[in-house]
């Protein structure tokens, strides 16, 4: 089989160039232009057909450190409702992973996955708005942490399943999906307060909301929350 001829000169010219670095001479480099080679790996590759390899540097993604553009609106309903600003964050991830447009099979809605029922009765007209949203969610976690004296774990069992079945099971039911959900949340919380160097906030004394004792709230749309 006969080979090519720019394939013949572009094997040529790998071995000129292997030449070179062997006696140490250099060669003059060639200009640069739109489509030229500007590498000895990229020339290689080249001969051979093959693209070159994508660097790690140019794949990487950027570092940011988990911020988001509700940092500020969760910060705020944190303090509002005196609850952790890494918790009401983690909560957030799990349930929605920050898409304020989403929804569950059981008719969760918005940032914090409030069913209508309730989200009303937390004085959210709109689920879909993040403001809204976070704000009704931190008023329920708070209603939830003070319900079960500060016990977070508790709480997250009971914004996800609802508070009657923490409280028919004395603790997190034995529901996989909520078990893993009280775990999943607690985690993002960690990794929050780490990458702000901040520790965990207790709960502040201030009097609960008035709420519908039904569960109020899903899990994350794509998890198949349990329903009480």
């Known amino acids: 089989m006969s080979v090519a001829a720019p394939a013949v000169a572009r094997v040529a010219e790998i071995q000129q160039m292997l030449a070179a670095l062997q006696t140490g001479t250099v060669a003059p480099a060639a200009p640069a232009s739109a489509t030229a080679p500007t590498s000895f790996q990229t020339q290689l590759a080249a001969a051979g057909g093959m693209a070159p390899a994508t660097t790690a540097a140019a794949v990487?993604?950027?570092?940011?450190?988990?911020?988001?553009?509700?940092?500020a609106l969760i910060q705020a309903a944190a303090a509002k409702y005196g609850i952790d600003p890494a918790l009401l964050k983690g909560l957030i991830r799990a349930e929605s992973n920050f898409d304020p447009n989403a929804g569950s099979p059981a008719g969760a809605q918005g940032l914090t996955q409030l069913m209508p029922a309730t989200a009303a009765s937390l004085g959210v007209t709109n689920p879909y708005d993040p403001a809204q949203s976070i704000d009704g969610g931190a008023k329920y976690l708070a209603a939830q942490l003070r319900t079960f004296g500060g016990d977070v774990t508790k709480a997250l069992a009971a914004y996800n399943a609802g508070p009657g079945a923490v409280q028919r099971y004395g603790g997190v039911p034995p529901y996989a999906e909520t078990q893993a959900y009280v775990v999943r949340v607690q985690q993002y919380a960690d990794g929050y307060r780490s990458s702000m160097g901040t520790a965990p906030v207790a709960l502040a004394a201030a009097p609960a909301p008035a709420l519908p004792a039904a569960p109020a709230v899903f899990a994350s749309p794509t998890a198949g929350a349990s329903i009480i």
Not at 60 to 71: F, N
């Open 60 to 71: 990487a993604p950027a570092a940011g450190g988990g911020e988001t553009q509700y940092d």
